[in-house]
Every structure is written in structure tokens, then in C-alpha cells.
């Protein structure tokens, strides 16, 4: 009878397998995919058949109710259709949600115009299947409005995919907050078959767009910044996507990434021609969100658009049989709040300084950033030890080797102070034990290898009898076995669920390096109790500064059984410079993400360009507008660059300090050490060199020190910075000469062609 029942199930299963696609019966989720997919069909065959008739701006807001109104701003929603207006009432101009006319554009088609048309637009992902679709509000959604206190409340409701997203609109003094708490978000097919789970949310994704007859440009953070000019013709380039404070590192690359600068501030705008802009801020959820940007034809539209999208779900792609393979997050979402603001801005000459001056206000009135005074200082990382692998008795053995030892650190200090740099900012890399050998770093214990303890105190007492700030290096990114955390349970997990290992790359052909193990990511978990042992630690040892590597910067989640965001690490990363703020004192980052601004006192490394995308026109140095007046920086390291020359004058242009990399030993013996990337950091070169720029724009940029930059120009062989008390800076990068009011300095002034101090 049980070989019957058999018998029959297989026939049937067979059976199943032979029923032509057609024949079966498609879930819910296909289903509604097939019904967008036919009506996008529609729209596109029923639009050449449509007249459409131009609307005037004035026609549209006459339909329009107003929300919400102050003494800047007023606020318009539509029940007829899916759009919004922000009005500044200094000179009446419209910022709308999306353009008036979208649906008369005669390049876009079917998704791109209802697209447009947008106020909200939705992923969502299936984790059977793997794949994703995309919701526009226009389209596929319906809206409910209530106005209450001064807000407008907005229920966005998806039904074909069972989501609901209530977003309020709420007019603050300066801007329009959008803001979504997340915990009232309903994903109603969550737990069906299909699993449909909400992957990235867009609000007001067309605030910023820009017809084919505008002109102007978007400010993008990329780096120092860049700009993107409206409607620049370069169809062929690829649209922009930057992830703001950079990618999740959890996810490992097989081939070494491109290289390219990062976003770290939260923020983008717009700049008219007709004198005005606006800056938007993600206020929460940053951690989790991206910039986006198309000019017009590129964007399928006439338009030109930027964005940004937060991202309330991770994804990952892993190998399975030479097959990539993408998973989602399931977890719930795990940032409460995604709140974006809108800047209105308008001046008579408005350019991307107005866009600048306005976020470092924010920074200041709504981040509570506090101003740090700028003594000028000359920016060096020195680097201590190293671990080499080495040949004993046949065997690879890892030693640990001295590239910068404790009384060679003195030397090269003395070096530079007898050469006139006055006000040092030292960074001390790797000058423990545990930081040589990669363990979880917290303890203040010399390593043995730099010398002994009366060599490392006599380095600390050099340093406070000619005023050079000591900040100990501590980097905790990775790590290796020890010291209470190991791999098994303290490594950050991916989205597959697959250990966070990061590899090493093959210089030449970026590849994975197969002769060095992957190092261990640690866990954001742990970051709570290893920056109180730091903070006890240093402040026991008497330390009253600290430089906490590459924390300031990355930011990365841990998606197993932790289930930790990027926004969960920032906080962890926000707590634990609180503590060390209240028990050690100063620290220094090396390049900042903008919520580490409250908690620190200099940024070094800050980059001096973008990523020089394709679409990009030209570079600004939006972040050095920004925090030029507020906390001191240096520039990236002069030493590194193929042209330290340009790099110094740009440096000078933009306000910048002046970072170089040192180390003491010959380059030939950083080969096979993780250092080998500084083979042009030998002291013996550049003392001269750095000491004698030092002073050059120490002579220059002494007296604005402090000021804001309230303007900056650049026609491609010369810049003119002009500060807030009227100072202004010209820099010709062909001649090399540098004007301050009736001072005229030459590089070739202080160096000579061989690169040696002139007294």
C-alpha cells in the first residue's frame, strides 16, 4: 500500500514538474508584479496618445492646501495628487517635491515619469527568491493626510505589497523636517510565504530636481566635495551612489575595491543660478543611508536629480559554487528614526559657500559643535613597530620589528623642532606590544621592541618640554587572538551569516593575498567595555590624549545572533568618546565621520579632493568650508602624493594644516609588514622639506586661523580664499606664488630644489 501511495506522489510530482508556466497559479507578490508591470505598459502606449496640457506653478499651488506655516517657511500638501511645496517667504520661491510638469516629459517613460511624479519610493526585497522590487508612491501607493499641531501627518500605504510608512512633515525655524519613526511601520507580508521585507526608503526623492532649461548644480560631500553641473551632457558616465560614512566593511570583497574617497557629512545640496538653494541634512538614520545623483538624459528624463535613500535592511552577496547569492537582513529594522531636513538658502550670488555656511551652522545651533581653538601645528604620524614574517631555521616565523623606535621618534622630533616647527601634533602609531601584534589594544604597556621604559618616558618628557601634543595611537578594527576576545565569538558576522574576515590584496593585480591570513573584524558589541578599559587605562597611566585610529571613521554592523546596525556602532563609537572625553581628555581622529565631531579636538588626513567620478565637473573643498573656524585639521599627508608640491598649495588654499608620515628605518625593511604602503615616509627626506612648509603657512594662514571661509573661487591655475574678516588668499598653482594682502611668499622662498631648509 506505501509503495502505492509512492507511486502515485511521484506521477504527480512529475506531472507538476511538465504543466507549462502559464498553467500555474502565481502568488500574490507575482501577481502584483505582473499588474505594475501591465499598467507600466499602459502608461506608456496611452501617453503618446495624450495631449498634456503645461501647468504654471501659481496653477498647481491654487489647488493646494497649506499645512503648516512660520516665520520663514509655508507648507503645502495636495489630495488630488502626490505633491508638496515649500515655500520661502523671504522671497517666495517654490521647492516642490517634484516637478509641476513631470508628466509631461516627453523623455521620460512609464516607471521614470511615475517616478518623478513620487513623493516616496520603496525596495523591498523577497528572501526566497532573492529578488527585489521597487514602489513608487504615485503609482502604487495611496496617502492619507491629517494635520494636527502644526504637522502634517502622511500615511504612505502600499497594498499590493502590504506596507505602511507614516512619515511627518513638521516646519522647523530654518527647514522641513520629514521624519519616520520606524517602529510605525507595518510590513504586513512579512511573515507569508513570500517574506516580503522593506529593503530602502526614499522621502521626497525629487525635492532637489532641476529641468533641462535650469541652471546651476548639486554639492556632493564626496571626499573634500564635488560638483555636479546641471544638465552637463555626460549621458555616458554612470549616475552617482556614495554611501555616507562609507561601505559596510562586514561584507569582503574578493577583489580589492576601487579606490576613492568616502562621504563623511550627512549632507547634499542644490544651487541655482536665480538665487537660490537648499541643503539637505540626514539628520537620523545617516548611518544607513546614500546620496544619489543623475543629470538629465543620463536619468531617462529630462530632469536632473539628487537624492538620498535609507537603507533599513543590509544585504550581502556570498559564493556558492562560482554563483553569487544575495541575502537580506530579516531581523526587525533596527534604527528607530530616519528624519532628513531641507534647507531653504537664498542669496543674491548663492554658490556651494552658502551651502557650507549653512550645514556648519547646523553643526553648531543643532549638534551643539563646539568651536576648538587652531594653534597652527605641523600634523605627523609616526609608525612604531611592525609584525614581519621572517625565515628562522627554515620556518616563517612573525617577529615583531622596530620601523620607528622610541629614541628614533625623539630624533626625528628633535629634527623638526630645531628646524622650527613649534607646534607639533603627534600621532604614535603601534608603540605597544598589543598593537604590534594585532591583539584588541587597551593596555598602556610600551612594546619591548621600541626600547625600554626609560627611553619611551624620555620621548614623553621631550614632548611637554617643547609643546608637542603626544596622542598614543590605539586601532581596533581587526585583531588577532588575545588579550580576552577571539575570532569564534568576538568577529563581527556578516549577512550570510559567514565570519567578517578582512583580506589582504595583491598590489599588482588585486587579488586576494594568499600569503597572509585574513584578520578578524571586531565585533561593535564589545566596543562598550574596550573603550572603558581605554579610558581607564590611559587615564591611570596619566595620558591626557588619544587618537583611536580607524574608529572615527568606519562603520560597519554585525548581522548575527548580536544583530547590531551601522547606526547601533555609531552610537557605541558616540558613547565611548563621551567616556574618554570625560576621563582621558583630547582626542584626534584620523579623518571624522561628522557624528564623531562633538566629542574631538583635531581631524588629520582630511582629503583635498573627490573621488573624481566621471560625472563629477569639478572639486570644492566643501568640507574644509565647513569645519574651517570650528576644529583644526590637516590636510592628507603631503609626502604620500606624486605631486607634494600642488598638494602644499592646495593645502594652503584651503585652510588646511600640514600632515606628513614618518617613519625611521629604510624602506626596504617595511617589505612584507603591514607598512609597506609607507615606502616614502623615511624621516631623513622630508624634515627639511616639512619644517620649511611649516613655516611658510604658518606666515600665511597665522592671522585667519580661526576665521570661516566666506568664499572661494577657482579657475584651474588659481584659487582666491576669502575669510570672514575680509583677508583674502590667492594661490597660483603655476608660479607657485601666494598672496596675502600686500605679502607675496614663494615656496621656493623657504625650500630649496633639493628640498633643504634655506635660513
Known sequence: MQKKIKKVLACFLAAVLFIPSGAITVSSKKAADAEISSEDERDENSASDKTYVTRTEKEVLSTMTMACENENLRFYYSENEDIFALVNKKNNYIWWSSPVNAQGDTQAKGLVKKELASSMVILYGVPDSRTTSTLRSAKNGRMIYKVKDNVL?????????????????????????????????????????????????????????????????????????????????????????????????????????????????????????????????????????????????????????????????????????????????????????????????????????????????????????????????????????????????????????SVTSFSQAEKILTKLTEGGADNIILSY???????????????????????????????????????????????????????????????????????????????????????????????????????????????????DKICIGDMTYVLYGDYGKKSLSRNDMMEYVQDGLAKINDDVGSVLAHTANAYTFRYIDHISGVPLSSGKFDIFDRDIPFFQIVMHGLIPYSSESINRSADSERLFLMAVATGSNLHYDMIYEDASELKDTEYDRYYYANYYYWTDTSTGEYKLIKDVLNDVRDQYITGFEDNGTETVTTYSDGTVITVNFQTGQIKNKNSVYMLTDYIDTEGDLIF
Open 429 to 543: 602609531n603601534n608603540w605597544t606590544n598589543d598593537g604590534i601584534k594585532n591583539k584588541v589594544d587597551f593596555k598602556t604597556r610600551p612594546a619591548s621592541v621600541l626600547g625600554n621604559k626609560k627611553e619611551f618616558n624620555s620621548l614623553i618628557e621631550y614632548c611637554k618640554n617643547n609643546d608637542i601634543s603626544f596622542y598614543p595611537t590605539v586601532n581596533n578594527k581587526t585583531f588577532s587572538a588575545g588579550n580576552g576576545y577571539w575570532p569564534f565569538s568576538d568577529t563581527a558576522l556578516r549577512t550570510s551569516g559567514q565570519y567578517s574576515k578582512q583580506l589582504s590584496y595583491n598590489l599588482a593585480y588585486g587579488t586576494e593575498n594568499k600569503l597572509k591570513d585574513p584578520e578578524s573584524l571586531l565585533s561593535p558589541s564589545v566596543f562598550g567595555e574596550i573603550f572603558s578599559k581605554l579610558a581607564k587605562n590611559y587615564s591611570k597611566a596619566g595620558f
Open 153 to 401: 501627518n502622511v500615511i504612505y500605504k502600499f497594498p499590493m505589497a502590504g506596507f505602511t510608512i507614516p512619515v511627518e512633515y513638521t516646519l522647523e525655524e530654518k527647514c522641513l523636517s520629514a521624519k519616520i519613526k520606524t517602529s510605525q511601520i507595518k510590513e504586513e507580508n512579512k511573515d507569508t510565504d513570500e517574506g516580503q521585507i522593506l529593503i530602502d526608503i526614499s522621502v521626497l526623492p525629487n525635492m532637489m530636481s532641476a529641468g533641462k532649461d535650469e541652471d546651476g548644480y548639486y554639492v556632493i560631500p564626496d571626499g573634500s566635495g564635488a560638483v555636479i553641473d546641471f544638465n552637463n551632457g555626460k549621458t555616458s558616465a554612470r549616475p552617482y551612489n556614495g554611501k555616507i560614512y562609507g561601505d559596510d566593511i562586514t561584507s569582503v570583497s574578493l577583489t580589492k575595491p576601487p579606490v576613492s574617497e568616502q562621504i563623511y557629512l550627512p549632507v547634499y545640496g542644490a544651487v541655482k543660478k536665480n538665487g537660490n538653494g537648499i541643503l539637505a541634512v540626514l539628520h537620523k538614520g545617516d548611518a544607513n543611508a546614500q546620496i544619489l545623483s543623475s543629470v538629465s538624459t543620463l536619468s531617462k528624463s529630462s530632469y536632473n536629480i539628487c537624492y538620498s535613500k535609507f537603507t533599513v535592511r543590509s544585504t550581502d552577496t556570498y559564493y556558492m559554487s562560482g554563483e553569487p547569492l544575495t541575502v537580506f537582513e530579516k531581523d526587525k529594522i533596527k534604527t528607530p528614526e530616519l528624519e532628513i531636513k531641507f534647507f531653504p538658502v537664498n542669496e543674491k550670488n548663492i554658490d556651494y559657500v552658502d551651502i557650507a555656511d549653512a550645514y556648519r551652522n547646523y553643526l553648531i545651533d543643532e549638534q551643539g559643535i563646539s568651536k576648538k581653538q587652531n594653534n597652527m601645528g605641523l600634523y605627523v604620524d609616526i609608525y612604531g613597530g611592525a609584525a614581519k614574517l621572517e625565515p628562522v631555521c627554515g620556518i616563517p616565523v612573525t617577529r615583531k620589528k
